[in-house]
């Protein structure tokens, strides 16, 4: 038996689950799916493990390894697919069907889900619906890379980092450990006040009552589950050109949404009073930089949800190539309409790249008509610099005079060379 570790034991609620959804290329092999699962996710410890209750050890949950049968756990539904009308829809409503189901403790936390259901942006989708305690975000992505392959060389494996080489100095300075010392310091403090912070609010503070917040007596009534991708160069433009990270862009235009969306459904107070309280959950992960494919099926998106506590509105980002996928899980009882909130969002970034694209290009412009100012002084400088060097005005080749004034009016004719008369 394995105890499970403090955040899995906050999280060891049969409610407390992770829906993903797999976008791919192609129609799906259900046979290829069970025989990759059977050499790779069996391994992983937390999927061959169920949990359960140690009486003896004052009730505290554990992990118990089980054989495992992989066919049980994946659901290949017998569906009459040419008479779907509308597969979009179709997905949205199965994918938030299983959203609210409870997790099946009796086994080990996870299921998958294979349609062969083509899309507006996939041949096929795999769902699939694990325990938030058998992993995070971070970590189930980092078992997707392990278990797929590149697209581009289907017997290589797959990293999501990309080493920036440096270069090394032979010798370094005491100011710089100075800096790093300091810098430690600055990161170990800030630390410990946000967990500090976390633990007030969990103890102790209550978010303020706004029309977001899910009544957490009731629970939750109703997931509706639902995403939307956008372009990843937009998010970039935006984070290059106003020198801040990913997470900043996702987070600005998810504030930005979420007024836009609260001004059109209720009085303005409550949009302004929301972002001081903490009444939703953000997260964003980055997916991989280039394009993987599962068993043989190349991806083209990857979505996902969590579903914790008593928040009515979870919101996360992830990352796959050139694309974000933002996804929403609601409680349709307090957001009764998830895609005019995700509309917002989508529209918030519009306006921020319409915004940022304006300064770019005013930047630009200025910096065009710096670099013209420049010349034109440097070259009026070499005019007056060439006659200096002569006795007389009028010694100066007429040729290399009418060249040099022809030049000076092309580039600035704000900044025209001095007309002499060399008769003076």
Known sequence: MEPLSPMSQMLSSPNLFIVITFGFKTKCNPSA???????????????????????????EPVWIPVSIRIEDHVTVPDLDYPNIENPDQFLEDYTSRIANIPMDMSKPLWELHLLNIKTSNAESVLLAKIHHSV???????????????????????????????????????????????????????????????????????????????????????????????????DVKLVKNTMNMKVNDVLLGMTQAGLSRYLTTKYVEAFGKRIFGNTSLAFSNVKGPDEEI????????????????????LNIHFISYVNKIIINLAVDTTTIPDPHQLCDEIVEALKIIKSAVQEKRSHNMEAH?????FTKSVQLNAAWHHELDTRARPDNLDLTRRHELGLIARRLSPVAQPVKLDPTH
């Open 33 to 59: 799916f069970v025989e990759g699962f059977k050499t790779t996710l069996i391994n992983a410890p937390r999927f061959s493990s169920k949990m359960v209750i140690n009486y003896k050890k004052n009730g």
């Open 135 to 233: 992993g995070d975000g971070m970590s189930l992505m980092s078992l997707l890379l392990a278990c797929s392959r590149k697209t581009s060389d289907p017997s290589a494996l797959i990293s999501n980092t990309s080493a920036t080489k440096k270069p090394v100095k032979s010798m370094i300075s005491a100011w710089w450990l100075i800096a790093g010392l300091w810098f430690m310091i600055r990161v170990t403090f800030t630390t410990l006040v946000e967990f500090f912070k976390l633990m007030l609010t969990t103890c102790f503070l209550r978010d303020t009552k706004n029309p977001l917040m899910g009544n957490p007596d009731d629970g939750i009534q109703s997931w509706k589950v639902i995403h939307r991708i956008i372009s990843f160069d």
């Open 293 to 312: 494919s599962l068993f043989g099926h190349p991806i083209s998106y990857v979505a996902g949800s969590a579903l914790v506590g008593s928040q009515a």
């Open 368 to 372: 065009r008509m710096k670099t013209r």
